[in-house]
């Protein structure tokens, strides 16, 4: 995988903390950084494709006959 550097900015408490870590520390909280990171990239492409589901089932009902009304009053009657 290609490595690349990135600038984040901290606090002076953890800013010391990385200075005084070791490389095993060092690699845990890079660890950390980029699991956090790689989960928000896998929830934003969850979203996405939520959203085309949802955006193909909208127009399924709809060629269907599924109209706001008939959705309204389906929903209502529960």
């Known amino acids: 995988m290609a490595r690349d550097v990135i600038e984040v900015e901290v ?3 953890s800013a ?3 200075r005084e870590a070791s490389l095993e520390e060092r690699s845990r909280y890079e660890a950390v950084i980029r699991e956090a990171l ?14 085309l589901v949802m955006d193909e089932t ?4 709809q060629a269907r006959g599924l109209t706001p009304e008939i959705l309204d009053q389906l929903l209502a009657d529960d």
Do not use: H, I, Q
Not at 38 to 51: K, Q
């Open 58 to 61: 909208s127009r399924s009902a």
């Open 16 to 18: 010391r903390k990385w």
């Open 38 to 51: 790689a989960a928000d990239r896998r929830r934003r492409e969850a979203g996405v494709r939520l959203g």
């Open 11 to 13: 606090d002076e408490e």
